[in-house]
């Protein structure tokens, strides 16, 4: 019988257990999805955080876990979001998603709502925008 090895990239995010961890192909974006034999649970071993990919990165450091707003001044949380939302997306065909809704609501929209453009060199996705 063959020794089974136990690769710690693959611990099961609902039970914790990194053995019998099995290959169970792959996602829509060619990463590989895996499943553990003990929870029946499918998971990607390396996927990125859930739901805030590298753009939402400044956004889901400081604000992921139910932290609060209430610390910060509606100027503050209105620069996160411009920076946040001025990276362009290939998602959304190169553009950023404060020109995706510029285009169907109309600039005035974005002003009621205190945001505004960041030129890509400009933008900030670190702590740094805080300080």
């Not at 099995?22 to 974006?29: E, K, Q, T």
């Not at 959304?92 to 609501?105: N, T």
Request: hydrophobic fraction near 30%.
């Amino acid at each position: 019988m063959r020794k089974q090895t136990i690769d710690e990239t693959r611990r099961c995010p609902k039970c914790g257990r990194a053995e019998n961890q099995i290959n169970a192909g792959y996602n829509r974006s060619g990463t590989r999805r895996c499943l553990c034999k003990i929870c029946n649970y499918k998971y990607t071993p390396d996927g990125k955080t859930q739901g805030f990919p590298q753009h939402g990165a400044l956004f889901h450091e400081h604000f992921s876990g139910g932290s609060s707003f209430d610390d910060y001044s509606q100027e503050t949380v209105n620069l996160i979001f411009s920076h946040v939302n001025s990276v362009r997306r290939k998602s959304l065909g190169g553009k950023s998603p404060f020109e995706v809704f510029a285009f169907l609501f109309d600039h005035d929209a974005t002003a009621v709502l205190g945001i505004r453009p960041i030129p890509p060199a400009e933008v900030i996705q670190s702590p740094k925008l805080l300080r």
